[in-house]
């Protein structure tokens, strides 16, 4: 029976509002697989790789020794004299390319949980699995006095045991969104506990060492280090662009996406994995940085004003966040030297205070 004339339906009885994508469908020629490609994405994209390459000229030609447009091309090319090959190669370039691919890495884990657990809030860092990261890296540090490369694996067991545990306490009750974020955050305030009491057991040389990797640095990064992490995001960013699809139809529902031939909770999973392990590397290799995966996926959506996850904006904006922040640390406080999780940690607490200001305003209207 219609409501009378004048008359709002009750809530439980309206339809739910369709939800309109635009944009232009591409497809294989067989149509196997097609994509769906939005102008303004396109064009925020064009626009943040613009700054970046902007970023990059910038943080490879100045600081203490500056170097012409020419002379850095000539030292990445192999033609350029002994001092600019070791200023670029040696010093810039890996700190450079770490930074982009852990701000790319950060940002798409971002991105996916986010999606996964419709919130705001639902990133790697707020969740716990940074910090998770976090605790296996300072029992290597101070249980084990293992090197790099033993911290890495550390970070990356770390990472994955957190996602394991917070799995088991959700087993049976489903992934909700809101559930993964109350248990994520107190997952996370136990494993902080648990780095702080470790801090409280190390050498003073240890307690040095493992509070510089708990801020999150990219100093002293080399090419083993942008290796490993540009080996993880060559791998992982495209499983999670093969998944955006069905992440943008389980963002519709459990209902809708069941309806639309998408197994719910196989995607979950994969989706869960491949976020955690972006996380995880990135953790492994520069630290804990805070809130770029809380912060880049939400400017890229919003700039964008897509209908789905935003993966490749968002990957675009976590790398440009991260090596300009670094770029930031790096000329403006010279000759300090601060890590770059200080920048992001300002800039990132800031935003965070605005988005649950925002967040609650939405709630009380």
Known sequence: MSPAPGV??????????????????????????????????????????????????????????????????????????????????????PRLVTALCVGAALAVSG???????KNPLGSPDII??????????????????GGMTQIAIGALTGGFATSAVMYLLLLGSGMQGFRLVVIGIGVSALLLAANSYLMTRASW??????????????????????????????????????????LSMVEMGDHTATALGVNVGASRTALLVISVALAAFATAVAGPIAFVALAAPQLARK?????????????????????????????????????????????????????????????RA
């Open 8 to 93: 709002r339906a009750p809530a439980a009885t309206r339809a739910p509002k369709p939800r309109i994508v635009s944009g232009t469908v591409l497809r294989t020629p067989r149509g196997r697989w097609s994509v769906r490609v939005q102008g303004r994405t396109i064009a925020v994209t064009a626009i943040l790789l613009a700054l970046l390459v902007t970023v990059m000229t910038v943080s490879l030609t100045t600081g203490d020794f500056e170097l012409s447009v020419s002379e850095v091309l000539q030292a990445l090319f192999g033609d350029g004299g002994g001092a600019a090959d070791f200023i670029v190669n040696t010093l810039r370039m």
């Open 111 to 117: 991105a996916i949980l986010q999606s996964l657990t």
């Open 128 to 145: 716990g699995f940074t910090t998770g990261s976090a605790t296996g890296a300072l029992i290597v540090i101070v249980v084990l006095n």
């Open 205 to 246: 040389q240890e307690a040095l060492e493992a509070q510089a990797w708990l801020i999150g640095s990219l100093g002293n990064r080399g090419w083993e280090h942008a290796a490993a992490i540009g080996f993880a995001v060559a791998v992982l960013l495209p499983l999670a662009l093969v998944f955006a699809r069905r």
């Open 303 to 363: 700039l964008s004003r897509s209908s789905g996850p935003a993966l490749v904006p968002s990957a675009a904006m976590g790398a440009l966040l991260l090596a300009g922040g670094d770029l930031a640390v790096q000329r403006l406080f010279s000759p300090a030297l601060l890590p770059v999780g200080t920048a992001t940690g300002t800039v990132g607490g800031l935003y965070l205070i605005w988005l649950l200001v925002t967040e609650s305003r939405k709630s």
